[in-house]
C-alpha cells in the first residue's frame, strides 16, 4: 500500500513535469514535452490535463490516431473537459468521420459557453465547427439538388407524355389542353424552385447577428442596456477599450453579461434550416 506522502511526492513530482512539458511547449520542442508529460502520466494517470496536453503536442505533429486515443482518455477522466472534445473533433474529422466529428466539436463549443475569458475558445471551436457543419450541409445540399433536379425532369416527362395523349382528342379541345398543359409545367417549375429555396444563401436577418461584427451570433450575451453582442467581441472591447457599452456607452462590466438563450435557439433553429448560413467570410 502506497503511503500518503508517497503520494504528495509523486504529484508533485507530476506536476513538476507538466510545468517543464509547458515550457518545451512553448520553444516547440514538442518531442521533450511528449516525454515531460508521459512522465507525469505515468505517476498520476488519472489526471485530465496531463493527458490533454500531450494530445496538444500530438496534434502539432498531426499523429491524428495519439491524440484521439489521449482526447478519450482525458474525457473518461472529465467528460466536461473542452480541450479533450474539441481535439478529439478535430481527430475524427481528419478521419472522415464528420457526424462525430461535429458531435464533438458541438459539445466543446455547448461546454465552452460561457467559460472563464482566460481560457476561452468558443471562437476557435466554433470556426472549426461551421468549417465541418459547412461541409456537411455542402454534401446534403448536393445530393438534394441533384434528387430534386431528378423528379422535376421525372414529372415534367410525365406531363408532356399525358399531353402528347390528349393531343388525340378533337381539335376543339387542342388549344386548351396546350394551355392547360403550360400551366402546370408553370406551377411544377415554381414547386421545385420554392422547395430549393433553403438552399439558396441570402441575407442573414440582422437580429441574428452581431452588431459590432455583422456575423452570424455564435455565443450571445446580452448587456443591462438590452443589447446583444458575441461574448468574445464585447470581452475584447472591455478589456482593450473600455468598460463600457460600445453602443449605449453605458458603464459595463463583463460579470454584467447574460446569455441571451432566446438569440441563441434562434440562430440555432436558422442555422439548422439554412446550412450555407455556416460559411465563413
Known amino acids: 500500500m502506497v503511503s500518503g506522502s508517497a503520494l504528495s511526492a509523486a504529484a508533485k513530482q507530476a506536476e513538476q513535469l507538466r510545468k517543464d512539458g509547458n515550457i518545451y511547449f512553448k520553444k516547440d520542442r514538442f518531442g521533450a514535452a511528449i516525454d515531460a508529460y508521459t512522465e ?89 465547427l461551421a468549417k ?43 388549344d386548351e389542353a396546350g394551355i392547360s398543359h403550360m400551366k402546370q409545367l408553370e406551377v411544377l417549375r415554381q414547386v421545385f424552385r420554392k422547395a430549393g429555396e433553403a438552399d439558396i444563401p441570402c441575407e442573414v436577418p440582422d437580429y441574428l447577428c452581431c452588431k459590432i461584427t455583422l456575423d452570424i ?10 443589447v446583444t453582442y458575441e461574448r468574445a467581441v464585447i470581452l475584447d472591447h472591455l478589456q482593450k477599450v473600455g468598460k463600457f457599452d460600445p453602443i449605449t456607452r453605458e458603464p459595463l462590466d463583463q460579470s454584467q453579461l447574460v446569455p441571451n438563450l432566446a438569440i441563441k435557439e434562434a440562430v440555432q433553429a436558422y442555422l439548422d434550416k439554412h446550412g450555407w448560413a455556416y460559411k465563413l467570410d
Open 217 to 226: 451570433f455564435c455565443d450571445p450575451v446580452i448587456t443591462p442596456s438590452g
Open 40 to 128: 507525469a502520466i505515468t505517476l498520476c494517470p488519472n489526471v485530465p490535463v496531463y493527458w490533454t496536453n500531450r494530445a496538444l503536442c500530438y496534434r502539432r505533429r498531426n499523429d491524428w490516431l495519439k491524440v484521439e486515443e489521449d482526447c478519450r482518455r482525458a474525457i473518461q477522466l472529465d467528460y466536461s473537459s473542452v480541450k479533450a472534445h474539441y481535439m478529439l473533433g478535430l481527430a475524427l474529422l481528419q478521419k472522415q468521420e464528420l457526424d462525430e466529428g461535429v458531435k464533438e466539436l458541438q459539445k466543446a463549443l455547448d461546454l465552452g459557453r460561457g467559460a472563464n475569458p482566460k481560457g476561452y475558445m468558443v471562437d476557435e471551436i466554433w470556426q472549426e
Open 132 to 174: 465541418a457543419k459547412y461541409m456537411l450541409w455542402e454534401h446534403a445540399s448536393s445530393k438534394r439538388s441533384w434528387e430534386l433536379q431528378s423528379l422535376k425532369e421525372a414529372c415534367e416527362t410525365a406531363l408532356r407524355e399525358k399531353h402528347f395523349l390528349d393531343d388525340s382528342q378533337p381539335e376543339g379541345f387542342l
